[in-house]
């Protein structure tokens, strides 16, 4: 028998080596634009959670890791409920995600900051190149669920979204998910 399982219909992990890791409202400081609202909401509202089976030491090159993210619905005011978002620490590697249950989207940003949009839907595969920070949304109303495969090699960056952001927001407008640009980048 192979060490890990994955259950095909929901996306969901399970054997030795998986590890769990979630992420509440009180541990997502300044990700959201209205930081009053998140700071209003209830802290212990659990937002996403990533299950990793990293069968090799991170940063040693030639292995892949094997991840399943799930994020929860709602919103911060307008902003969908997304993940922190970041670049690989090793820039230039790329990742897979593929979409097994729910409605959301993946934002992507190149080092110009031009930021845009894949729309994922069970079954959607997206091939994130080396270079492109990523992060995703969760723009439907029931939970987003997502598997990954990337080097192990990768590491992550998440000092450059948390001081420059994305070029650009999800929000809800008028019931429609929306990229919305910030002040100092272009969409
Ligand atoms: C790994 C990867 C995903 C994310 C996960 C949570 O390189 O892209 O496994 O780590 O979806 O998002 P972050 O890491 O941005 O909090
Ligand atoms: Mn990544």
């Known amino acids: ?17 998986v590890i769990t890791a979630q992420k509440k409202l009180s541990q997502l400081e300044n990700v959201f634009e209205d930081e009053a609202t998140r700071a209003s ?7 996403y959670e990533v299950q990793a089976f990293m069968p090799v030491e991170e940063g040693k ?6 991840g399943n993210s799930t994020i929860f619905p709602g919103k911060v005011n307008e902003e969908y409920f997304m993940t922190r978002g970041h670049f690989h620490a090793k ?8 979409c097994i249950q729910g409605k959301g989207a993946l934002i992507l ?13 069970p079954g959607s595969v ?30 992550h960056d998440y000092g450059t979204i948390e001081k420059e952001g994305f070029g650009a927001r999800l929000k809800d407008i008028e019931g429609t998910p929306t990229l919305v640009a910030t002040k100092n980048e272009m969409v």
């Open 61 to 66: 090159e030639g292995g892949l890791y094997f």
């Open 126 to 155: 997206h091939y994130i190149p080396g270079k492109i920070a990523h992060r995703v949304a969760n723009t439907g109303e029931e939970k987003l669920v997502f598997n990954a495969c990337w080097p192990s090699e990768a590491g």
């Open 41 to 47: 909401m209830d802290q212990e509202q659990l937002i």
């Open 109 to 121: 940003m190149d080092e110009n900051g031009k930021t845009w949009l894949e729309e994922m839907t």
């Open 91 to 98: 820039l230039d590697t790329a990742e897979y995600y593929w």
């Open 1 to 17: 028998m192979p060490s890990i399982q994955l259950e095909i219909n929901t996306g969901k992990l399970s054997g030795e080596g």
